[in-house]
């Protein structure tokens, strides 16, 4: 297993944890947006979607552990990379100015990825760890978006998903050795598409549950 | 003394192949007992050095520059030739010998000019081995271009920076011998004196730019590729760095300097702008196969260049030379610029440039055609002018390039010191008296890469060199003199900056000493060196200290030599009484105005040694035979 | 050319021995040429700093023509400054203002330890170039040139990496200090030619672990790299170096 730790402990191997765990969870992230579309069906479709899902326990187990090993290593590896770039610069610049390649995607990547793990503990602890025995799941939802405070955290840590996204999307496919001037252009395009759908989709539903209904 | 030239016997074609069985060899156990010493890294010391570290010895690898990779061998734009005849056009190692001999006005060495024909076909094997892009055909066969008016597709190139890539090649060469310990770097250094013990080169005092520590390195022989002098003239397509210290302080410890005058300048140079003007830039003189050179026929003349009518123009070559037109060689095409500016019909603000219209050429190919062609050069000439070439004439003049003359080396392309070679631009060369396009990186790469790597093992193994280390009192004695001038030149504390004092050296030389020279005009400018000189000494600002990084210090060593070795060209010009290639004396010209030659006289080398301080150097003569080409007189009518 | 002249006023990164942390100084540049390069800019200062008894400010340079990837300075938070695929050499002084302001600082990443104010060490390059930055063909072994056929397309590729010049800007652009642009060109380069395939595996795997060993930062996409790249090198070529670096680590 040398050379399998040794590979990963290169700064192109962390690039690779990088882009394969983001790439983990912008499945993840897919498929959850599409579950929770069914709010705005109406609470009976929302849970009895939420029954279905817990209905595959196994399934469900494992993609938790899944899930969590991702974070764990998308987390630590973003902050090693993170601090080996802050002292690779050890003093920084005047005058700081693009000269037209980062975007806040690019340039905020360690920042929305903190944003996002707090936000994860958060939601975990409002929607995951709550006790369901004498109240349905959208009761819960509405619950904590009766809150107006809930709904700024929420639609502000959703932005942070998109614009993390804007950037992690196309970058996973470069930092896999993926660039070609034949496709990297629709993967780019894809990339603020995929921003846009994420932010608006789970963004709308702490203001349809919130304000709307 | 005469200099032995050290030529084989036998037939043109077979003496190297003769020689090389002659030499001795090393036995590969020994080698690594040898330290070489190779200042410079250009291509001929990268290749030289990288070369000698695969064969086995210690090679210890100084460069002025912070990497090897940044020698100045990395600019040249065209291409580097090679008698491969891969074009079928019917190139021939002797037909590249024979324009090259003819090409430098019949005064080089025929043996070692045919020697760098033959090589020249390695050259490019080694270079495609290596890595080195050059252009393809879609067939994925190499691709060939004609160059400088040659006849034939012979020139080989990497879009227009083949002396990068060539370099690259080379400088990743030399890091895989560093990287396995044969060679190693040291950067930032410059040679500022040559130790002699018993007569050989045993190795030299250098100057570590970051900590001005004055080091003593050792060795058992001491290669010198330090590239040409064309700063003397301030103003030069050199980069800012190169200098002619090195070899300047080796002819100062006895080894002899050939050809002095001998300075190629090239035509197509984007003009002098101001009086600020650091360095000159070359455009590749591939423009010349499409734009048209021009002046106004008015002396003085200010209209704009669109504003001219046909009629009021002159096509100087096409009307002078109608054969060649404006693809005579550069010599006469630099010769005739000047000539036309010196009649008042300059353009430009400061009057010293010629059109070079590509107006016609759009007009007939279409702007795609030419943009296709020269697109890079268009791009690179409006950066530094500010104007649009598709739309305005270009303007260039002459600027000062290559230096073909050098220190004096035999065909084992080692000085008249024992131990002491030069290779590359650094030694005499084998381009007479003017050099063909795309033929500096060739003759770089075939000293460093084919030549020096036997005729070293033959220099070591045929003498009995004893051990000497750099506790020697030589290398002591000559830190404290290098300490001493050092000292002097922070010391002067005048009112003159160096590069002040440079630019009014480049002046005289320019225009004494230039593309015509004329008698009158050389012995003034003797007098004018020797003053400048005197003034330099006494009036000279160099700020700083000498024990930290000090880039005035630098420039003051160098110019201090440039000095001397102005005078020196001066006198070498004086001696050669007649007009060949690059050298235009006034008084011997034909009947048409052209270069007259003299060879019942003047078909030799002038070798001179070094007198001492303040004295005549001491002339000594190589005669030079030709055995197998004709002496023609060169026409481009 | 149309000779105009204009006055600035130059904050410069100075840092010595007697300075060690380093700090800017404030300079006039007055009646600067617009035809004049950057550098030469500067010299026009260095001579009144000579002639007034100061100690010039160092900078490298050498062929000022924007080819030997000597020069270099962060011009106003912009690597060469802001012109694009321009190196500080070549670019001209007609493209400021007079009245300007301009913040000149050396490259600053910790593999690029400062010399004397404007002046780097860039050893760290020629290190990893030496880590397996070559192809390994002794002098004399080399077979026929034309009987190594290289397709067009593929050596106009290996020619795109190849033209980069070693200067540094990349590294001096990237938010993070990243050498990724200067070794995926090499890799990228050796590795697109059937020449350099043999070594290809070893080249990256010593390369990139030698640039990580000399304390660059990581790459993060940023593509600053590849838009202050005075030769435009492409981040395919990083790409291209993470495809087989890939290939290498797992095979």
């Known amino acids: 297993m040398n050379w399998f730790v040794d590979t990963f402990r290169t700064s192109l191997g962390k690039k690779f944890l990088m882009a394969v765990t983001g790439l983990g969870f912008i499945g993840f992230i897919i498929v959850h947006m599409m579950g929770n579309m069914t709010l705005f069906v109406g609470h009976e479709a929302f849970n009895a979607y939420v029954e279905k899902l817990h209905g595959y326990e196994a399934l469900i187990l494992v993609a938790e552990i899944g899930l969590l090993s991702l974070a764990v290593i998308h987390v630590t590896t973003g902050l090693l990379l993170f601090l080996g770039n802050r002292s690779a610069r050890n003093v920084s610049y005047t005058v700081k100015k693009s000269g037209g390649g980062r975007n806040i995607g690019s340039a905020t990547m360690p920042y929305t990825g903190f944003v996002i793990l707090l936000f994860v503990i958060l939601h975990l602890s409002n929607f995951s760890f709550v006790d369901t025995t004498d109240r349905t799941m959208y009761d819960v939802i509405t619950a904590t978006f009766s809150s107006w405070i809930y709904i700024i955290v929420y639609v502000v840590s959703v932005a942070a998903v998109a614009i993390h996204v804007r950037h992690g999307f196309w970058s996973l496919f470069q930092s896999l050795g993926l660039n070609h001037e034949k496709y990297m252009p629709a993967l780019r395009m894809i990339s603020i598409a995929l921003a846009v759908i994420v932010g608006v989709g789970f963004g709308l539903i702490p203001i349809y549950i919130g304000i709307i209904t | ?637 | 050319m149309t000779t105009k002249t204009i006055n600035l006023t130059l904050k410069v990164w100075r840092q010595n021995r007697s300075r060690p942390k380093g700090g800017f100084e404030n300079y006039t540049a007055k009646d600067i040429s617009t035809d004049m390069s950057f550098l030469e800019m500067l010299d026009v200062v260095n001579e009144d700093l000579v002639l007034s008894g100061k100690e010039p400010i160092a900078f490298d340079h050498d062929c000022r023509e924007g080819i030997c990837g000597m020069c270099g300075a962060v011009v106003d938070g912009e690597a060469h400054g802001p012109l694009k695929e321009t190196t500080l050499c070549q670019l001209h002084m007609r493209h400021f203002k007079s009245g300007d302001t301009i913040v000149i600082e050396p490259w600053r990443a910790r593999a690029f330890p400062i010399v004397k104010d404007l002046v780097v060490d860039r050893s760290a390059f020629d290190e990893i170039i030496a880590s397996g930055g070559y192809i390994s063909s002794k002098t004399g072994g080399a077979q026929d040139a034309n009987n190594i056929l290289v397709g067009k397309e593929i050596a106009d590729k290996a020619f795109n990496a190849a033209a980069c010049i070693g200067c540094g800007a990349c590294v001096a652009a990237c938010p993070n200090a990243s050498a990724m642009l200067f070794v995926g060109a090499k890799v990228s380069h050796l590795g697109l030619l059937p020449q350099g395939r043999p070594e290809a595996k070893t080249r990256v795997h010593n390369m990139v672990r030698t640039m990580d060993r000399l304390g660059f930062g990581n790459c993060s996409n940023e593509t600053e790299c590849e838009v202050q790249c005075p030769k435009s090198i492409s981040i395919r070529e990083i790409a291209r170096m993470n495809r087989e670096f890939v290939k290498a680590s797992f095979s």
């Open chain 2, 1 to 637: 003394m005469l200099p032995d030239s050290k030529v084989p016997a036998g037939p043109l074609a077979e003496k190297w192949d003769r020689h090389r069985f002659a030499l001795k060899l090393v036995n590969p156990a020994n080698r690594k007992k040898y330290d070489i010493i190779v200042v410079g890294t250009g291509l001929a010391g990268a290749s030289a050095a990288a070369s000698l570290g695969e064969l086995g010895y210690n090679v210890k690898n100084l460069c002025v520059q912070d990497s090897p990779r940044r020698a100045h061998s990395i600019a040249a734009q065209g291409g580097i030739n090679a008698a491969k005849n891969y074009s079928n056009d019917g190139d021939s190692t002797w037909r590249l010998f024979y324009d090259t001999i003819k090409g430098g006005d019949f005064r080089a060495r025929e043996a070692n000019v045919y020697r760098l024909a033959q090589l020249s076909e390695n050259i490019i094997d080694q270079c495609v081995a290596q890595g080195v892009p050059f252009a393809r055909d879609y067939g994925g066969l190499l691709d060939n271009r004609s160059f400088g008016g040659a006849q034939v597709a012979r020139t080989f190139y990497a879009r227009g920076q083949t002396g990068q890539q060539l370099l690259i090649g080379a400088y990743s060469a030399l890091m895989r011998q560093v990287s396995t310990g044969r060679v190693k770097m040291y950067p930032r250094r410059e040679m500022l004196d040559l130790i002699l013990v018993n007569g050989k080169a045993r190795g030299i005092v250098a100057r570590n730019l970051i900590t001005g520590e004055i080091e003593s390195y050792s060795g058992h022989a001491v290669v010198l590729a330090t590239g040409g002098y064309g700063n003397a003239y301030f103003l030069s397509t050199n980069a800012m760095s190169s200098n002619v210290t090195a070899a300047f302080r080796a002819y100062r410890k006895g080894a002899l300097f050939a050809n002095p005058c001998f300075t190629q300048i090239h035509p197509t140079c984007i003009p002098v702008h101001g009086i600020h003007q650091s360095k000159l830039t070359l455009m590749s003189e591939s423009l010349r196969n499409d734009g048209r050179v021009w002046v106004p026929k008015t002396p003085g003349d200010k209209r704009r260049p669109g504003d001219i009518p046909e009629a009021e123009r002159d096509y100087y070559l096409e009307r002078k030379y109608p054969s060649f037109g404006n693809l005579v060689p550069r010599d006469v095409a630099s010769r005739n610029a000047k000539e036309q500016c010196d009649q008042g019909k300059g353009v430009g603000e400061t009057g010293l440039a010629v059109y070079l219209d590509f107006a016609e050429a759009i007009k007939r190919d279409g702007k795609d055609v030419i943009e296709a062609k020269y697109g890079n050069l268009f791009e690179m000439y409006e950066k530094i002018t500010g104007e649009n070439p598709y739309e305005t004439p270009m303007m260039i003049y002459p600027a000062v390039h290559y230096t073909m003359g050098g220190l004096w080396v035999d065909y084992n392309l080692m000085t008249n010191i024992d131990g002491l070679f030069a290779i590359g631009e650094a030694n005499f060369s084998d381009h007479g008296a003017n050099r063909l396009g795309a033929s500096a990186l060739m003759q770089g790469l075939a000293d460093g890469y084919f030549v020096l790597p036997y005729t070293m093992g033959g220099y070591l193994a045929s003498n009995t060199i004893e051990n000497v280390d750099t506790s020697h009192k030589a290398f002591e004695a000559s830190k404290n003199a290098v300490t001493e001038q050092v000292n002097k030149l922070l010391s002067i504390g005048g009112k003159q900056t160096v590069s002040h004092l440079h630019r009014r050296l480049g002046k005289i030389l320019w225009d004494y000493c230039g593309i015509a020279r004329d008698e009158d005009e050389l012995k003034k400018a003797l007098t004018l060196i020797r003053d400048l000189k005197e003034e330099f000494y006494n009036d000279v600002n160099v700020p700083g200290s000498g024990d930290d990084f000090n880039q005035n210090l630098e420039n003051a060593g160098r110019v201090a030599d440039f000095m001397e070795l102005g005078e020196l060209m001066v006198t070498d010009a004086l001696h050669r009484k007649e007009s060949c290639g690059c050298h235009l004396n006034t008084a011997f010209l034909t009947e048409d105005n052209e270069p007259l030659r003299d060879d019942e006289n003047f078909a030799m080398v002038a070798a001179w040694e070094y007198a001492g301080e303040g004295k005549e150097p001491t002339l000594h003569k190589e005669p030079l035979t030709f055995e197998n080409v004709e002496l023609t007189q060169r026409s481009y009518k």
